[in-house]
């Protein structure tokens, strides 16, 4: 970082006719005189990406066991970034196990105490209840320095009602998410709808509005480029290469959902947002993880949730070759071709997770990049879905949150194996301290997982 002696605001902002443009961390909002280029307070950020129906654990545990971490065929796409990663196992979710008369329904269980390390109610009705969850604890503290407390995201829409696996509500399986133990957060998967709640809509939502804009071919950034002009001849060189990477990025998440707009032919409904959700899983999670990093770097968020799919999914990746549903693809019961089928899965899956933390890596952000100032789990309810077993979840680690793990990174290129069936709930302890939001207890939690540093 350079500092120079003019200083902007860190929350600057450009407006133009009902949008709302946050800039990223320049240079130039970097105090004159004071303390030392680099010694500002580093921002921290929570990430959570969620597979549904557990993993193939075989590709993913190293055999070598605990020790120097041996990236697995699952994770052949996060190779590339394996200094920066821990991998944790033997934490257990034991809320999602079914209590005595329960029966089946470990999805909506798996989902529903992920987060929150509490035992989801057995309910099809609105008498839903769980706890509150670990990323909404984060975000009542890092939310108080931004726009949006926090995101919570998925690839699919809540469409289902009633009961997804038997007995229980849907909105268990759907969100990971909750701000009280009776009120669970909704997942927005709609591309448009999460680029006008980071970006601003025009002030309306009648259908008929926003297509006359639209018809105009405004973009967002076309309303605020006088503001933008103006704003350029107050930056160093440096500040205007990383607003035009910016801005070049916040233009091309736009053009990429017109263009899944022009593509659906589906009525807009009289009072939603305009549907913009692409066709091709690829470019949905794509796009996803990009207005992701958007709302990172303008810091309009410091927390997201993502959820990857619902659980019980039933989408089929046909474009890598398997026809088959996710769900049914976890119940192989042994079959080697569901298994070489549900293998792809898995590693198409980290392929888009690998493309997210590519992303965040190579985006500045202060004196690093956003990599370097978030902590973003990777993992699932499940291990082995085939058997629906909650013990020895698949979770990994990636990132510095904001310098606060030994040297600045999660102690990284680890494989940890902490005592059997501990609660993954430590392990969220002690990620919150890391975050600066240190609390006592959290759901099922008996402690803290002392392994997210050296």
Avoid at 269 to 283: I, K
Wanted: aromatic fraction near 6%.
């Amino acid at each position: 970082m350079i500092v120079t002696r003019k200083h902007l605001p860190r929350r600057t902002f450009l407006r133009g006719l009902g949008v709302t443009l946050a800039l990223p961390m320049l240079d130039g909002m970097a105090p004159a005189f004071g303390r030392r280029a680099g010694a500002a307070e580093p921002v921290r950020r929570l990430g959570v990406v969620y597979v549904p129906n557990g993993m193939f654990m075989q590709n993913w545990t190293p055999s070598g066991g605990a020790g120097a971490l041996d990236v697995t065929e699952t994770l052949r796409p996060l190779a590339a970034h394996r200094d920066r990663m821990l991998m944790i196992s033997g934490l257990c979710s034991e809320e999602g196990i079914a209590r005595p008369g329960e029966g089946a329904g470990d999805h909506a269980r798996a989902a529903g105490a992920f987060l929150t390390g509490v035992h989801p109610k057995k309910t099809e009705g609105h008498d839903i209840r769980a706890g509150v969850s670990m990323d909404q604890i984060a975000a009542r503290v890092l939310g108080q320095e931004t726009q949006l407390a926090s995101l919570e995201l998925s690839l699919e829409s809540a469409d289902r009602a009633g009961s997804c696996d038997p007995g229980y509500s849907c909105a268990y399986a759907n969100t990971l998410c909750w701000s009280s133990p009776t009120t669970p957060l909704p997942m927005a998967s709609d591309p448009r709808a999460v680029f006008e709640r980071l970006f601003g809509t025009g002030g309306t939502t009648d259908p008929a509005a926003w297509l006359a804009a639209r018809r105009h071919d405004r973009s967002l950034l076309d309303m605020v480029t006088a503001k933008v002009a103006r704003l350029r001849k107050e930056l160093g060189p440096r500040d205007q290469v990383k607003l035009n990477e910016y801005l070049d990025a916040v233009r091309d998440v736009e053009r990429r959902i017109q263009m899944a707009e022009q593509q659906t032919a589906r009525e807009l409904p009289a009072m939603d947002q305009p549907a913009g959700v692409p066709d091709d899983f690829e470019a949905h999670a794509k796009l996803m993880f990009d207005l992701q990093v958007l709302a990172y770097q303008a810091d309009l968020t410091r927390v997201i949730t993502f959820m990857l799919g619902h659980e019980t999914s039933n989408r089929a990746y046909p474009e890598i070759g398997v026809p088959d549903a996710h769900h049914a693809l976890s119940h192989h019961g042994g079959d080697r071709v569901l298994i070489e089928r549900l293998k792809k899965v898995d590693h198409h899956l980290a392929e888009m997770f690998g493309y997210y933390i590519d992303r965040l890596a190579a985006t500045e952000d202060g004196d690093g990049t956003l990599l370097d100032s978030a902590m973003v789990m990777y993992g699932s309810g499940l291990s082995d879905g085939n058997r629906h077993n909650h013990h020895d979840l698949p979770t990994l680690l990636v990132g510095g949150a904001g310098g606060r793990l030994a040297g600045g990174r999660l102690a990284g290129g680890r494989h940890v194996e902490v005592a059997k069936d501990t609660p993954n709930t430590n392990l969220f302890l002690a990620m919150l301290d890391k975050l600066g939001v240190p609390i006592e207890t959290l759901g099922d939690s008996t402690g803290r997982v002392d392994a997210l540093s050296m």
